[in-house]
């Protein structure tokens, strides 16, 4: 059997969810259009029972938050779960949004990975939308630092050279244990995933800013061979956030519970009533408190 762990990381929005479920062959992160979607690092695992004449292969990928320039408690936070990361991984994969060109959050990326000696793959997304010379530039700016053992460029979203990215990460594997059973894609429970996807619907609804300053908590979570009652709260920061969230006659949160509803039924294979709730708890990005225990910060 070979085994290991990759991270991967890169700023904000350029693509890490939206490969991870490419890799895998099925959603596990939540995606959107507006930076810092992932808050969390969700784990990803890709097992091949028949790799190597049935040796087998696990790979765990481990989908970190965006690194930014944080504003406040929960950005310092989020910031130290993608940098804590690399150190207890065999491969660091750092992707970057190739039709963004390189700038000051990219010099900041490659100024950590230069104290770090695991293995690193550069991978450029969004080369569907790049020309040849732009290509180019990127890939000589980043082979000039000597950072990288190899550079790929890929469609995350299309799924173009990402099976060739996932033979040549099996290439980097060692050795070692099955670390999860083969019929498993995350080791992240039910409840955590659906109460990603109820937020990955209200990025997808709502303004801005809102979306940031938001966390989902399940209240309940009742099952039976028939239907799954799921009650769950939306916790904002302000009394303004709040009536945007649920928006006029309800028609908001109305239209956020009905596209969660249908994803978790898919994901659970049972009806489900699903109850939300909207609730202000205001400036909570910026207690020490709150995002410890909501479990955003490592321990």
């Known amino acids: 059997m070979k085994s290991g762990f990759i991270g991967i990381i890169g700023r904000p929005n350029v693509g890490k969810s939206t490969l991870m479920n490419s890799m895998l062959g099925e959603k596990i992160a939540i995606t959107s259009s507006k930076p810092q979607t992932t808050l969390n690092r969700i784990t990803g695992i890709y097992t091949d029972p028949s790799f190597e004449d049935g040796g087998g292969l696990q790979m765990v990928f481990l989908d970190t938050p965006g690194i930014h320039k944080p504003h406040n408690r929960l950005g310092v936070a989020i910031n130290e779960t993608a940098v804590n990361t690399l150190g207890g991984v065999d491969v660091v994969l750092l992707m970057i949004d190739g ?33 040849p010379e732009e290509y180019l530039a990127l890939y000589n700016r980043y082979t000039e630092t000597g950072l990288f053992d190899d550079i790929y460029g890929v469609s995350a979203l299309k799924g173009d050279n990402v099976e060739m990215l996932r033979d040549r ?17 995350t080791d992240h429970p039910e ?73 978790i039924e898919e994901l659970l294979g049972t009806k489900v009533y699903l109850n ?17 225990s909501w479990g955003y910060k490592d321990e």
């Open 191 to 263: 409840r955590f995933i659906v109460s990603e996807i109820i937020r990955e619907k209200l990025m997808n609804y709502l303004d801005d800013e809102v979306p940031h300053g938001v966390f989902v908590e399940i209240e309940s979570f009742k099952e039976d061979s028939r239907i799954t009652e799921i009650s769950a709260v939306i916790y904002c920061e302000k009394k303004s956030h709040k009536s945007i969230i649920i928006g006029k006659g309800g028609s908001k949160l109305k239209g956020v519970g009905k596209a969660a509803r249908r994803e």
């Open 276 to 292: 939300l709730w909207v609730k202000v708890k205001e400036n909570w990005r910026d207690s020490e408190r709150t995002i410890r």
């Open 169 to 185: 990460l099996a290439g980097y594997m060692q050795e070692g244990p099955m670390y999860y059973p083969d019929d498993i894609a």
């Open 99 to 131: 039709t963004r060109g390189f700038g000051k959050g990219d010099e900041s990326i490659l100024r950590i990975l230069s104290d770090v000696e695991t293995p690193k793959i550069l991978v450029i997304n969004k080369m569907d939308l790049m020309g």
